[in-house]
Structure formats: structure tokens, C-alpha cells
């Protein structure tokens, strides 16, 4: 089968470096924002929150690859506070970076994956919006809004040979989770039913599965341990 050309966006974070490493028969295209990964292949970097920004890297990208078969996106932020002493900014930054940066590679890439007549899309969601932590509106909102961009782009597309899913993440040892202090983190191992985090691995063969797999299209896929069961 011909190897994949996949932009993974935030190959610069914790999940998305381990990612990178794992797609050794396909052609990765890493995409960081601040933090070069300094990884071989090929690096291209943008504020996913600019949609002018995105639209350059895309046609870079295309340029150089002819087409992007893949699109993972695994770039995200948290800012975490009670509603009741948010700063608006920070609230509408998580936003931007989460939702709407989403929608902006995604707007940026399905052209030429409707020329090509394929594509996946896959965007890492979070299980904080399936179950509700203190303190994580902003990122718990643009997280259960990517589902309702997922669920549209998989109708708009469904014709066209791609599909478009969303992870579920719950609780993975990268990243994120290193944002919350250890006595907090050990609390919520405690309340994972299998008494771990995620391992990246785990993440990896999650998205191969929906590569393969053209009949899925327009899921949330819960990848959490049994934390949250729909
Ligand atoms: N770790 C977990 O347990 C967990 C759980 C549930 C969901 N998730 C989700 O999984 C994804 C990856 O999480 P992580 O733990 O790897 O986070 P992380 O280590 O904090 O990495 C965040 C990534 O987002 C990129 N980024 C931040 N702001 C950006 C912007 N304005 N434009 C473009 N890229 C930007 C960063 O790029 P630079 O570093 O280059 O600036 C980095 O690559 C996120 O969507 C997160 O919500 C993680």
C-alpha cells in the first residue's frame, strides 16, 4: 500500500512527540508552533489560531507533498479557573486555539482532499467535557465543540472518500496532564476503573484503526481507561 503523507499538528507537545515517532512507514510532516521539534523529516510551523498563518503552511505543504492524505490534529491549551473569575481573554484564547484552530486547518486542508477524493481527520478531544472537572470551562467547551465540527465535516465530506473523527482522550502520561499538581494527578489515577494513564500507544493504534477503516466517520471515540462510558 502507498505510505501516507500525514500532518500531524502539535508534533511539538507531549502526546504529538511520541506520535511522531511511532508513523515509520508513512511521510510525517510535523507541524509545531513555538517549540521546534528538531525531528528529521519535514517541520513547518504556525499559530493555528491564524487562519492566514494556516493557509500559507498548507500550501507549503502542498507544494512540496502534492497531498496530505492524513490530518491529525493533537495541538491544544488549557488555562483553567472558576467561571466566576475567568479573565474573558484567556477564556476566548483557549477558544481560539481549540476550536477555532481546528476549523482553520481543517478548512485549509479539505480542498485538496476533496480533489483527491480521500482523507481522515482526526482531532484529539479530551474526556473533560464528557466528565466535568472544576475549573476547565474553556477547554471542556472548545473540547465538546470540536464533536459538532466533526460531526458536520463528516456529512459534508462523506461522498468525497473521507472521513473526519474525534479521540476522546482521558488521561495520558504527556503533556497536559503535567499541568495539574501531583497530589491532583494522583487523585484522578485513583478514578480511572484500570488505575493507569493512557499510554501513547494507545493513541497511536486508536488513529491507525480509523485510517483504516472508511465506514467510520463522524465518532467520538472514548480512549479513557473506563473513566467515562457513554
Ligand atoms: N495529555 C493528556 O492527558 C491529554 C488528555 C486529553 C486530551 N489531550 C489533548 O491532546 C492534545 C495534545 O496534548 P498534549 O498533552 O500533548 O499537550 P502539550 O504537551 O501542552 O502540547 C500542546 C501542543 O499544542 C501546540 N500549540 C499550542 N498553542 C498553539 C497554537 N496557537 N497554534 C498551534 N499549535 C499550538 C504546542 O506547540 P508548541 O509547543 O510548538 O508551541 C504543542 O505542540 C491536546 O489537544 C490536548 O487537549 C491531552
Not at 69 to 87: M, P
Not at 108 to 118: D, I, Q
Not at 163 to 186: F, H, K, S, W
Request: net charge neutral; glycine share 8%.
Amino acid at each position: 500500500m502507498r505510505s501516507k503523507n500525514i500532518l500531524l499538528i502539535g508534533a511539538s507537545g507531549g502526546i504529538g512527540t511520541k506520535l511522531a515517532t511511532m508513523f515509520t512507514q508513512d511521510n510525517l510532516i510535523l507541524h509545531y508552533h513555538n517549540h521546534n521539534p528538531n525531528k528529521p523529516g519535514y517541520s513547518v510551523a504556525a499559530d493555528i489560531a491564524d487562519y492566514g498563518a494556516v493557509e500559507s503552511m498548507v500550501k507549503d505543504i502542498l507544494d512540496r507533498f502534492e497531498r496530505i492524505d492524513v490530518l491529525i490534529n493533537a495541538s491544544g491549551i488549557s488555562i483553567d479557573g472558576f467561571v466566576h473569575k475567568f479573565s474573558p481573554e484567556a477564556w476566548r484564547k483557549v477558544v481560539e486555539v481549540n476550536l477555532i484552530g481546528s476549523f482553520n486547518v481543517i478548512r485549509a486542508v479539505l480542498p485538496s482532499m476533496r480533489a483527491n477524493h480521500y482523507g481522515r481527520i482526526i482531532t484529539l478531544s479530551s474526556v473533560v467535557f464528557q466528565r466535568p472537572m472544576m475549573g476547565t470551562s474553556a477547554y471542556s467547551a472548545s473540547k465538546a465543540a470540536l464533536v459538532g465540527l466533526t460531526r458536520t465535516v463528516a456529512i459534508e465530506n462523506a461522498s468525497m472518500g473521507i472521513t473526519c473523527n474525534c479521540v476522546a482522550l482521558g488521561y495520558y502520561d504527556a503533556g497536559i496532564l503535567y499541568q495539574i499538581p501531583p497530589e491532583a494527578r494522583e487523585e484522578i489515577r485513583g478514578a480511572i476503573p484500570q488505575k493507569r494513564f493512557g499510554e501513547i500507544e494507545e493513541i497511536y493504534r486508536t488513529i491507525q484503526y480509523i485510517i483504516d477503516t472508511e465506514y467510520l466517520t463522524g465518532q467520538v471515540i472514548s480512549v479513557n481507561g473506563g473513566l467515562y462510558m457513554s
